[in-house]
């Protein structure tokens, strides 16, 4: 098709952009090269606005079609995650710690790809958005552009975003209407005993064998209190405490996440949560303090424009490569503050003729 094509003849350019982007990882909110990158291009691109400084490092830009239309939206996310990159490859991260291995860099190289044809080509009437969206990974840079009067100032009825699933086949798109990436909330519990030698355990309280019994009973609120029917996940990924091999601690904190669809779900988590540690804390005579932060909630794509992107997908790669997602993700996604308040669609799939190189 024409479309590809034309896109094909900068796709090696498409290639250096992310290559760039991919050496230069920066965290949530600290996107600022990352933000000038993406400005400096879409002015060469010719775009007929180009907006800086929503959630600080956001990024809109504007290209006006050939007459007048609806508006939409197309975004991507730009942040980086604290991870240590050893792939070896030719263009990693020069920057320690850093990386980008959630492919935000593919998103926002595939965003700027978008805008540098229909600058070029304007062959669609109304307005497109380019939204490049900070802080993506835990910040909510998504939630702070709404705040900051994103669609205020950028009016548009829809908005449509996609993600890279590296497990799916190269080549495919994947959609759902509905509920497709759950609502997620920080777990923090922290537990106060009373230190003592190692020696005398009998002087103190434990607070390492709490949190194991904690972590253990934690696990029956998706198993016994969730309805079967229900998704629900709870992990704990961090117990800290102590800094001796004999020397029983004060304090230990835990730390995990919750994930759920249904909303009533996510209050039962909570309740669990609180009631479990609270009780099994004070059976042992120490204390539990919980916090659960609800972060992201679940992104549900509105069913009409789920079908034009599915159309728009079947248009370029054909119907027996574009398919529907047998289940949502338990994943989280900031695009769901958007999609809360405005129809949207996000996307799930590997990007049509781009690999990671």
């Known amino acids: 098709m024409p479309i590809l094509n034309r896109i094909a003849d900068f796709h090696p350019e ?22 000038q990158v993406v400005q400096d291009h879409l002015r060469s691109f010719g775009v007929d606005e180009v907006h800086a400084g929503l959630a600080g490092t956001g990024v809109v830009g504007v290209i006006r079609g050939r007459g007048p239309g609806g508006s939409i939206g197309l975004r991507a996310d730009m942040d980086a995650l604290p991870i240590l990159e050893e792939t070896g490859a030719a263009w990693a991260s020069q920057t320690p710690g850093v990386m980008h291995a959630c492919g935000h860099d593919g998103h926002t190289t595939m965003l ?10 304007r062959n669609f009437d109304g ?27 950028f009016p548009m009825s829809q908005v449509y975003g996609l993600h890279n699933w590296p497990s799916l086949p190269e080549g495919e798109f994947y959609w759902r209407e509905g509920p497709v990436m759950a609502a997620v909330a920080d777990v923090t519990i922290g537990i106060t005993g ?44 961090s117990i800290q405490g102590g800094s001796a091999f004999n020397i029983i601690p004060e304090r230990v904190t835990m730390r995990g996440t919750a994930r759920w669809f249904n909303p009533a779900v996510g209050d039962q988590l909570e309740q669990g949560v609180r009631r479990l540690a609270g009780s099994i804390a004070e059976g042992f005579g120490a204390k539990a303090e ?48 958007g999609v809360s308040d405005f129809a949207g669609v996000k996307g799930l799939a590997n990007a049509v003729g781009w690999r990671y190189q």
Do not use: C
């Open 290 to 337: 919980v916090k659960f932060v609800r972060t992201y909630p679940a992104t549900v794509n509105e069913p009409e424009a789920t079908q034009r992107a599915r159309h728009a997908a079947e248009s370029v790669q054909g119907v027996a490569r574009v398919r529907e997602m047998a289940q949502p993700s338990m994943g989280g996604e900031d695009f769901s503050f």
């Open 194 to 237: 009373r230190g003592a030698h190692g020696a005398y355990p009998q002087d103190g309280i434990d607070p390492v064998v709490v949190s194991a019994a904690i972590v253990q009973a934690l696990q029956s609120i998706v198993a016994r209190n969730v309805a079967a029917i229900d998704q629900a996940v709870l992990t704990i990924g």
């Open 112 to 121: 700027l790809g978008a805008a540098k044809y229909l600058a070029e080509t």
């Open 127 to 153: 307005t497109v958005h380019f939204i490049f969206q900070p802080a993506e990974e835990g910040l909510g840079g998504g939630r702070v552009m709404v705040e900051e009067g994103l669609f205020e100032r």
């Open 14 to 35: 498409m290639t250096a952009w992310r290559r760039d982007l991919h050496m230069h990882p920066e965290l949530a909110l600290q996107e600022h090269r990352t933000s």
